[in-house]
């Protein structure tokens, strides 16, 4: 099965780099949008606190909404492709990004940051220098579930035109060609896990050694 | 508007079938979690173990994951079961395990000096404590499982994802309309429910 | 150095001041400690001095400018500020902790290296050890001592210090009591201190405030606020053993008298105060002690007469 499987890869090199490009095209450029949204957006609402609550709460509800709905609801409007993909895909990633944000700048040490403002820090400097790098953790955990999440939706957006390594598994099931069906099934499934693996590891790197679990 | 007006009945059914699985799904779910999250809970390394596998689990996408189980179970709702169970797994035993380490040491001491043993310690006091981050997690993985059903339709499991493939299928935009408003329903009422459950548990347990 | 003038300040509608017209002045090298129960005011009118808190009337100098027309970040950059839970940073080292101003003013990174060894070392712990560590590696007592270095760091001529030894063990918190007070009188650094804990403030301050509700009761030396306490409220505030209180204030120096102590009398030095002289005494059920020298010469002695006179002369 899995020697049919290999070999239905090999006699079909383009088409399956084409697929898993575009994945990877989706998966990142949806996680960099979100991000480039949700974090100073998270950063500017933390300190209000009904606002945060608002936006958290808001979230959460969008966290709930299944993957494939997301993508059907965007289908009407914005018809098949990349681009409504990649729209539907960055709403999946925005509610874990911004709570996480939120979270973790709200977790910061009160006392630390007004020993800093004591001491005459500018808004500036005492978020870049204390609050940021404390937050960061958290806000990299939120970057991590989200990637997940996404690679997992772009999986899905083979239903709605958008490419991907979804479009092997979807034909496979169709035609009940099993060796197409891993062709797509198994690299998406390395990729989901080798990203959570990368992510991990670079949250580990990226947590300040003074903040590290003893 | 109108398809769902006079469809109705047929997106019933859908909807029946949706909780129906999901509802199956969950269950079982729970009572493996609820098992091996009883045994792991103070053991560290069996914790850890299970925790990396389940977590495994978790992280592959949902419809390769449904994908690999057709040259072994084919189509149809057991492939989506044993899809969903493998997904809760992870966030399951978690509220399990954490919610039996997280009752106060010197509640269990109290009652080990009353007299009672293991099992009923477990039972009458930590599971019950325990209570409220185990629906925190009911929670989380009867939102996953209401969507993995959905796109478990794609394999002939049935649920309301079917109206959104047909609607795909045939460009009908009502049909996709009905299908994924009404599980984003469902998902946001279950949630909501649920978190209002978890909220009254611990109220009720607040020192 | 320091002047409050009237200061004012009540939070979000309620009625009840929590500053009510404060005036006090603090003079250069001075320790000032507020203090008094729960909710007098002491830290709201601490966070004013440095702008943490706005006041509502009232001014406020430091070295004779009105701290309303700086600019609150430059301000802050001139005074210490000290407070109970530290703040240290967590992600940073120990070194960068107590850089923190010094860069923010731009100090040449080799000047900065030398002062951040300067200020570990002053509050002893040894920089070659301490200056890569995290404060998560340190001691509630090192993680204060740390809080002073980067106070000082910058060389502020006023410090602000709230309830700084609050968290710490007693045994702990005594002798970095000595230590800081020998160290800020060294410095020659005036000092805003807020406690809750008499003892403490007639330890270290030379002169204490007392606030009730907002408002300034006594502002005096501690030894005329033992002794001559305003009213039945700062009475009652000091503890009901005053007279020990003002006599451990006092050591036998002064009162030694000629003669020599019968045997099985004590034996204190001469620097002992006359409330552990009192309480030697007690002990050996004697009344007289015999006082030394730092080299064991007999100087004389101290007799329970002579406690009680120096008691009754601070009353006077």
């Known amino acids: 099965m899995f020697a049919d499987a290999w070999t239905y890869l090999l006699s079909h090199p383009t088409q399956f780099y084409r697929a898993l490009g575009v994945h990877v095209a989706l998966s990142a450029s949806a996680l960099l949008i979100a991000a480039l949204i949700c974090i100073p957006a998270g950063i500017a609402v933390a300190r209000k606190d009904k606002l945060s609550l608002a936006v958290v709460n808001a979230a959460n509800v969008g966290r709930t909404l299944p993957s494939l709905a997301v993508l059907a609801l965007v289908m009407p409007i914005l018809g098949t492709g990349f681009a409504p993909a990649l729209f539907a895909l960055t709403l999946i990633a925005l509610p874990p990004i911004v709570t996480h944000t939120i979270v973790g700048m709200r977790g910061v040490d009160a006392d630390a940051v007004d020993a800093a403002i004591g001491m005459g820090m500018t808004r500036a400097a005492l978020l870049w220098r204390v609050e940021l790098p404390m937050a960061m953790p958290v806000i990299f955990a939120g970057l991590r579930t989200a990637a997940v999440q996404i690679i997992s939706g772009a999986v899905l957006a083979a239903f709605i035109g958008g490419g991907g390594l979804g479009d092997f598994i979807t034909a496979g099931i169709a035609m009940m060609a099993v060796p197409q069906l891993l062709v797509g099934a198994i690299p998406v499934a390395l990729l989901a896990l080798g990203t959570d693996f990368l992510f991990g590891a670079l949250q580990r790197r990226m947590t300040p050694q003074g903040l590290r679990a003893s | 508007m109108n398809w769902l007006l006079r469809n109705w009945p047929d997106v019933l059914v859908s909807l029946w079938e949706h909780i129906a699985i999901s509802l199956t799904a969950l269950a079982i779910a729970f009572a493996i979690s609820l098992v091996i999250g009883i045994v792991a809970a103070r053991r560290e390394k069996l914790y850890g173990t299970v925790m990396t596998i389940s977590g495994l689990l978790y992280t592959i996408p949902t419809l390769a994951f449904l994908a690999f189980l057709i040259p072994l179970v084919g189509l149809g709702r057991a492939n989506a079961i044993i899809t969903m169970v493998a997904f809760s797994l992870m966030i399951l035993i978690r509220s399990v395990a954490t919610g039996i380490r997280e009752v106060p040491a010197d509640i269990i001491d109290a009652a080990r000096g009353m007299g009672m043993n293991p099992a009923q310690i477990m039972r009458r006091i930590e599971l019950p404590l325990a209570l409220p981050l185990i629906v925190a997690g009911l929670r989380v993985s009867a939102v996953t499982v209401i969507s993995v059903t959905v796109v478990a339709a794609y394999v002939n499991a049935g649920g309301l994802g079917t109206l959104i493939f047909n609607g795909i299928a045939s460009d009908h935009p009502a049909k996709i309309w009905t299908g994924a408003l009404s599980v984003c329903l469902l998902s946001v009422s279950v949630d909501m429910g649920l978190a209002l459950l978890e909220r009254r548990l611990k109220n009720r347990r607040a020192a | ?316």
């Not at chain 3, 006041?55 to 070295?63: F, L, M, N, Q």
């Not at chain 3, 809750?196 to 606030?211: F, K, P, T, V």
């Not at chain 3, 000629?258 to 045997?263: K, Q, R, V, Y």
């Open chain 3, 1 to 316: 150095m320091i002047t409050l003038d009237r200061l004012t300040k009540s939070f979000g509608g309620s009625a009840q001041s929590a500053v009510d017209g404060l005036s006090l002045t603090v003079n250069t090298g001075e320790i000032c400690v507020l203090i008094g129960p729960s909710g007098c005011g002491k830290t709201t009118t601490m966070r004013m001095i440095n702008r943490m808190v706005e006041p509502d009337s009232g001014r406020i100098e430091v070295g004779g400018r009105d701290v309303t027309k700086i600019d609150a970040v430059e301000l802050r950059r001139s005074i210490g500020y000290v407070i109970q839970q530290v703040g240290l940073f967590p992600h940073m080292t120990l070194a960068e902790n107590v850089a923190t101003v010094p860069r923010m003013l731009g100090w040449d990174s080799a000047r900065i290296a030398r002062r951040v060894d300067e200020l570990l070392a002053l509050v002893h712990m040894d920089p070659s050890i301490y200056r890569n560590r995290f404060p998560r590696e340190l001691s509630g007592g090192q993680k204060q001592r740390v809080g002073v270095a980067r106070a000082l760091a910058a060389d502020p001529p006023v410090m602000l210090m709230d309830e700084p030894f609050g968290a710490i063990d007693p045994i702990t918190r005594a002798r970095l009591q000595d230590e800081f007070l020998r160290i800020l009188r060294e410095l020659g650094k005036t000092i805003v201190f807020v406690t809750h804990d008499i003892d403490e403030a007639i330890r270290m301050g030379s002169r204490i405030a007392i606030l009730r509700s907002g408002k300034l009761v006594q502002y005096d030396t501690p030894e005329r606020i033992l002794s001559r306490p305003a009213d039945a409220f700062v009475e009652a505030f000091v503890g009901g053993d005053r007279s020990l209180k003002r006599l451990a204030l006092l050591t036998a120096g002064p009162y030694v008298e000629s003669g020599t102590a019968a045997a099985g009398a004590p034996r204190l030095p001469v620097t002992t105060p006359l409330r552990d002289a009192l309480s030697a005494m007690l002990d050996a059920g004697a009344d007289e002690a015999a006082i030394v020298g730092p080299e064991g010469q007999p100087l004389g002695r101290v007799t329970l007469q002579g406690i009680q006179q120096a008691a009754a002369a601070a009353r006077a």
